[in-house]
C-alpha cells in the first residue's frame, strides 16, 4: 500500500498504541538499577570465542556510510567469525537508506516508529512496527523516513546456488502462521519461504514466563539474535547470562545455547539462522 502520508506519522490512533506499545523496551531498555548506572565500567556485555552478549549500554552509533540521517551501531560483523552483519539503523528526519554491497541480500525488521520501502518499480510499502522487508542481493530498492524509525537489519553476501534466485519479501510477524515445533513448547514463526533459494531464515520465538528451550542446542548454524520482549537466562557454553528486550547475542557454530524465559511477560526473540546450504 502507498501513502502520501508521513512515515512515522501511524493513520489511526490503535496503530499509533499499538506501535508505541510494541517492543517498546527494545528502544527505552532498562539500562541497569539505578544504583549502578553510576557504576564505572558497569555492563551486561560479553565478547568470547563462540559467543557475545552486546546489552544497549554497550552500543556505540555512528553515522552509517551509504545512508542519509541514519546512525548506525554494528553489533555482530565478520570480525567475530560470523558470515553475516548485524546492525540497528536509527533513522532520523528526512532519512535515506543506502544499497548493500554488491551480491548482499539484505532483511530489515522495524522495531520502532516506520517506514516507507520503494522499490525499482516505484511500488511503495508502508513497514510498521513488526513488519519486516527482505531485499535479494542487486535489487534495486531504497527505505526512507520523515520522522524516525529503528531498524534491526541483517545482511549477508547471498550463497548463489545453481540458478536459483530470491524475490522481494514484504510482511508482518502477526501474519505469520505459527510453525509445529515438535518436542519444544515455544511458538515459532519464519519470516522468509523455507524455499532452497533462501540461504537464511528469520525465526521468531516466543515462550511463556517458566518455559525454556527443551534441546541443549548445539548445530552448525550461526545465529544473531534479538530480544524484543521479555526476559530471562540465555546460556552460551559454560556461562549464563540474565537478558532482557534490547539484549543482542551472536551465537558461532556449535556453542551449546539454550534459553529459559522469567517474569510476568511473554519472552519473544528475532532469531537470524543460515540455512539450505551444506556446511561443506
Ligand atoms: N537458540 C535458539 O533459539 N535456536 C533455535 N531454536 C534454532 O536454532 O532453530
Ligand atoms: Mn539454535
Same mark, same amino acid.
Given at each position: 500500500?502507498?501513502?502520501?502520508?508521513?512515515?512515522?506519522?501511524?493513520?489511526?490512533?490503535?496503530?499509533?498504541?499499538?506501535?508505541?506499545?510494541?517492543?517498546?523496551?527494545?528502544?527505552?531498555?532498562?539500562?541497569?538499577?539505578?544504583h549502578?548506572q553510576?557504576?564505572?565500567?558497569?555492563?551486561?556485555?560479553?565478547?568470547?570465542?563462540?559467543?557475545?552478549?552486546?546489552?544497549?549500554?554497550?552500543?556505540?552509533?555512528?553515522?552509517?556510510?551509504?545512508?542519509?540521517?541514519?546512525?548506525?551501531?554494528y553489533?555482530?560483523?565478520?570480525a567475530?567469525?560470523?558470515?553475516?552483519?548485524?546492525?540497528?539503523?536509527?533513522?532520523?528526519?528526512?532519512?535515506r537508506?543506502?544499497?548493500?554491497?554488491?551480491?548482499?541480500?539484505?532483511?530489515?525488521?522495524?522495531?520502532?516508529?516506520?517506514?516507507?520501502?520503494?522499490?525499482?518499480?516505484?511500488?511503495?510499502?508502508?513497514?510498521?512496527?513488526?513488519?519486516?522487508?527482505?531485499?535479494?542481493?542487486?535489487?534495486?530498492?531504497?527505505?526512507?523516513?520523515?520522522?524516525?524509525?529503528?531498524?534491526? #537489519? /541483517? !545482511?549477508? =553476501?547471498?550463497?548463489?546456488?545453481?540458478? %536459483?534466485?530470491?524475490?522481494?519479501?514484504?510482511?508482518?510477524? *502477526?501474519? @505469520?502462521?505459527?510453525?509445529?515445533?515438535?518436542?519444544? #513448547? /515455544? !511458538?515459532? =514463526?519464519?519470516?522468509?519461504?523455507?524455499? %532452497?533459494?533462501?540461504?537464511?531464515?528469520?525465526?521468531?520465538? *516466543?515462550? @511463556?514466563?517458566?518455559?525454556y528451550?527443551?534441546?541443549?542446542?548445539?548445530?552448525?548454524?550461526?545465529?544473531?539474535?534479538?530480544? %524484543?520482549?521479555?526476559?530471562?537466562?540465555?546460556?552460551?557454553? *559454560?556461562?549464563?547470562?540474565?537478558?532482557?528486550?534490547?539484549?543482542?547475542?551472536?551465537?558461532?557454530?556449535?556453542?551449546?545455547?539454550?534459553?529459559?524465559?522469567?517474569?510476568?511477560?511473554?519472552?519473544?526473540?528475532?532469531?537470524?539462522?543460515?540455512?539450505?546450504?551444506?556446511?561443506?
Open positions: 500500500s502507498t501513502d502520501g502520508g508521513f512515515c512515522s506519522a501511524p493513520s489511526t490512533f490503535d496503530e499509533e498504541e499499538a506501535s508505541k506499545s510494541l517492543y517498546w523496551k527494545v528502544t527505552n531498555p532498562t539500562l541497569s538499577p539505578s549502578l553510576d557504576l564505572p565500567g558497569f555492563t551486561r556485555s560479553v565478547y568470547k570465542r563462540d559467543h557475545a552478549l552486546i546489552t544497549p549500554e554497550s552500543h556505540v552509533f555512528s553515522p552509517l556510510p551509504e545512508w542519509t540521517n541514519t546512525l548506525g551501531a553489533l555482530i560483523t565478520p567475530m567469525g560470523s558470515h553475516f552483519v548485524m546492525y540497528l539503523a536509527k533513522m532520523q528526519g528526512k532519512s537508506s543506502g544499497l548493500p554491497p554488491h551480491d548482499v541480500e539484505r532483511f530489515i525488521f522495524v522495531v520502532q516508529g516506520s517506514v516507507i520501502l520503494t522499490n525499482a518499480s516505484s511500488a511503495s510499502h508502508k513497514l510498521m512496527v513488526d513488519s519486516y522487508a527482505y531485499l535479494p542481493p542487486n535489487f534495486e530498492h531504497f527505505v526512507e523516513c520523515d520522522g524516525s524509525a529503528t531498524l534491526a #537489519v /541483517f !545482511e549477508r =553476501r547471498y550463497a548463489f546456488l545453481d540458478n %536459483l534466485s530470491t524475490e522481494l519479501i514484504v510482511g508482518s510477524t *502477526d501474519k @505469520q502462521p505459527l510453525l509445529e515445533t515438535p518436542g519444544e #513448547v /515455544f !511458538e515459532l =514463526r519464519k519470516l522468509l519461504p523455507p524455499s %532452497l533459494p533462501y540461504d537464511f531464515n528469520i525465526h521468531i520465538m *516466543d515462550f @511463556q514466563p517458566g518455559e528451550l527443551n534441546v541443549k542446542e548445539v548445530h552448525y548454524n550461526q545465529h544473531g539474535l534479538l530480544l %524484543l520482549e521479555g526476559h530471562g537466562i540465555y546460556r552460551l557454553g *559454560d556461562s549464563w547470562y540474565p537478558v532482557q528486550s534490547g539484549d543482542v547475542i551472536w551465537m558461532a557454530p556449535f556453542v551449546p545455547q539454550w534459553y529459559a524465559a522469567l517474569g510476568k511477560t511473554r519472552s519473544r526473540y528475532l532469531l537470524y539462522k543460515d540455512v539450505n546450504r551444506n556446511p561443506l
